[in-house]
């Protein structure tokens, strides 16, 4: 594909589309993984950013930006993982922050804990536990629903 045809507009789309493959209901822009998108040339150049040092989906989430973009016609990829600045909960899209309540996973908030309990609303919460299924999530409890749930730590 010739870059006088594509604009980083559209490469943004299509890197919308990429789900995290921890999280699928949120794609890895929502999730602010992706940094940048530049065009020089023919070439097109994606930034990414590790949600945490070492973590293991980051080797999925390029292979499926390379492969997305390879769909779409493009021939030149650059695809840079950058460390600094490290990335934070800050990065995250609102859109994406709703997206996992709707999922059941309480979204960062300011002061470090879930302020309720994304199945049923209610403010009284405790933490079961400061490790989840993933080291970017907590253990929590809704003390009246009694259903456990995740919450994305702050980072």
Sequence with gaps: MSAQTLTVEQVWEWLE???DPEIPVISIVDLGVVRDVTLQDDKVKV???PTYSGCPAMREIAESITSELAGRGVRQLS???RIAPA???????????SKLEA???AAPQAKGEPKRCPQCKSTAVEK????GSTPCKAQWRCLDCLEPFEYFKCI
């Design 17 to 19: 589309q990429i789900p």
């Design 47 to 49: 930034v990414i950013t």
């Design 79 to 81: 695809l840079e993982t």
């Design 87 to 97: 990335w934070t909960t800050d990065w995250m899209s609102d859109t994406g922050k």
């Design 103 to 105: 999922y059941g996973i």
């Design 128 to 131: 079961i536990s400061q490790f």
